[in-house]
Nanobody, 122 residues
Framework: QVQLVESGGGLVQAGESLRLSCTAS????????MGWYRQAPGKQRELVAS????????NYADSVMGRFTISRDNAKNTVYLQMNSLKPEDTAVYYC???????????????WGQGTQVTVSS
């Protein structure tokens, strides 16, 4: 069974930094695109950043461009989100997402982590 396990959330003050990690575990063929989403209270879940597997092409939401950096370690099936210059509006539950192929003969499916709370105080 495939699982995504996140870590690294917490409570920080505005201007500080946090680093989120997410590791895919279980039995699978490979992990394609990995990304981070967030959902604030009363709002829809939104894409924060994503990264492809081979070319490591990244994509960022405009609101985090220049402050957040996504990276991955394919050998560890792990994706990271370095968050700098955090703002109160970054407060949300952050979810890891990965497109994973269970076997070489199957298409990728979306998998989600359990979510980790990030709270930024002003």
């Amino acid at each position: 069974q495939v699982q995504l396990v996140e870590s690294g959330g917490g409570l920080v003050q505005a201007g500080e930094s946090l680093r989120l990690s997410c590791t895919a575990s279980g039995r699978f063929f490979n992990v394609d695109v990995m990304g981070w989403y967030r959902q604030a209270p009363g709002k829809q879940r939104e894409l924060v950043a994503s990264i492809t597997r081979v070319l490591l092409t990244t994509n960022y939401a405009d609101s985090v461009m220049g402050r957040f950096t996504i990276s991955r370690d394919n050998a560890k099936n792990t994706v990271y989100l370095q968050m700098n210059s955090l703002k109160p509006e970054d407060t949300a539950v952050y979810y890891c997402n990965a497109q994973i192929a269970p076997t070489r003969w199957e298409r990728t499916s979306d998998y989600w982590g359990q979510g980790t709370q990030v709270t930024v105080s002003s």
